[in-house]
């Protein structure tokens, strides 16, 4: 069942470097309506909890570790087929490899520290934004 919503993610790379404002720009420009956001800051345990799925792979300490590093910016996003939109809008995990005009293409510096994140499925999508989001706090 296709939904109407997805999560992301600004990253600490992302939100050190000053890009908040123009990665919310692009997400706004590209027809996403912000339905929740905070700005906030994982601890390390809530890191592996959100990446578990990611617990046997050989990076998962390192996103752990990065992702614990500094504060982030969470937000539930909606528009009509709002998780395969987004994932074209985010491009490429290698910045390299990224679409021009994507949000990697322009603020990532690294597969690692690629400045988003984005929900690869309708039923992750809802996982993530339960995960950062209580339902008061989407509209």
């Keep these: 069942m296709t939904t109407n919503r997805t999560f992301t993610m600004i990253k600490p790379d992302a939100v050190k470097n000053g890009h908040i404002g123009a990665i919310l720009d692009k997400i706004n420009a590209s027809g996403f309506k912000i339905v ?16 578990a799925v990611h617990s046997e792979r050989p990076f998962y300490g390192e996103l752990v570790e990065f ?3 500094g504060p982030i910016v969470a937000a539930v996003l909606e528009k009509e087929n709002a998780v395969e939109d987004f994932r074209v809008l985010i491009g490429s995990t290698n910045p390299e490899e990224a679409a021009e005009g994507t949000i990697r293409k322009l603020y990532a510096t690294s597969i690692g520290e690629n400045a988003v994140h984005g929900s ?20």
Excluded: G, P, V
């Design 67 to 69: 992702m614990s590093s």
């Design 120 to 139: 690869d499925s309708d039923e992750n999508a809802a996982i993530e934004s339960d995960f950062h989001f209580s339902q008061r706090e989407i509209y």
């Design 36 to 51: 929740a956001m905070k700005y906030t800051h994982l601890s390390k345990t809530d890191a592996e909890r959100f990446y």
